[in-house]
């Protein structure tokens, strides 16, 4: 089975640019969380997705925004890019699914690498 | 969720058990305990979890006290490419909390 994929892996914008990311997730999974990745913050919940819908948002703002579609692909978008925005950004994909409580591990993608000029 | 707290680095000899340990004083009873590893630069590895008893898979096995205070991640023959920093993270398993909370890791540095 396919793992998670994120495109592209590695970005480079400027300031007050906007960018889109992208994450496919394992086959079968219905959730797809992002989290940012900084040397100075570490890892910090962006968001969740299931079923095309946010369930849950973490303390980012509103410059940050994301999608998710049908079939479960997801998308997050940076609009007015900062200096700070430079990261790493990861998604995570489960089956999301209450029947699978005690079994529903995340599993993250090899990120997409994200530095703004 | 509750707080873990992780020593901020570990070395251990290549070919011997390498011990990580976790406290999560604070853990309700429906408090999963979930490990994580982020070997540099890539993403988080899914790694074992439990919630009372001990469990083991093939890479690693999961200790957790009695009063599930503390735990520990034990990798019985740690290799260099076990090197990476490992996360201990406490979680409520329930629809729609997908959320998991990193705090700094423990960096677990394998020496040849």
């Known amino acids: 089975k396919a793992g998670v994929t994120q495109t592209p892996r590695y970005l480079i914008k400027t300031r007050g640019q906007q960018v889109t990311l992208s994450c496919s997730p394992i086959?079968?999974?219905?959730?797809v969380s992002w989290y940012q990745q900084t040397p100075g913050q570490g890892l910090q919940f962006l968001f969740e997705?299931?079923?095309?819908?946010?369930?849950n948002k973490g303390n980012f703002p509103g410059r940050f925004s994301g999608r998710q579609f049908s079939n479960s692909r997801s998308e997050m978008n940076v609009s007015t890019l900062e200096l700070g925005d430079s990261a790493l950004y990861l998604c995570?994909?489960?089956?999301?699914?209450?029947?699978?409580?005690?079994?529903?591990?995340?599993?993250f993608g090899p990120g997409t690498r994200l530095t703004v000029l | 969720d509750a707080k873990t707290t992780q020593p901020p680095s570990m070395d251990c000899a290549e070919g011997r058990a390498a011990n990580l340990p976790c406290n999560h004083s604070t853990i309700s009873g429906n408090e999963y305990v979930y490990w994580y590893r982020q070997i540099h630069s890539q993403g988080p590895q899914y790694i074992i979890h439990g919630l009372k008893n001990n469990e083991t898979n093939e890479m690693a096995s999961l200790i957790i006290t009695e009063d599930r205070k503390s735990s520990t991640l034990i990798l019985p023959h740690a290799t260099l490419r076990d090197t990476a920093v490992y996360y201990c993270?406490?979680?409520?398993?329930?629809?729609?909390?997908?959320?998991?909370?990193f705090g700094t890791g423990t960096r677990l540095t394998i020496i040849p």
């Open positions: 086959s079968g999974h219905r959730s």
């Open positions: 993270i406490v979680r409520v398993e329930y629809f729609g909390n997908e959320k998991l909370t």
């Open positions: 997705y299931f079923s095309e819908t946010q369930r």
């Open positions: 995570a994909s489960s089956l999301g699914d209450v029947s699978r409580v005690g079994n529903n591990e995340q599993f």
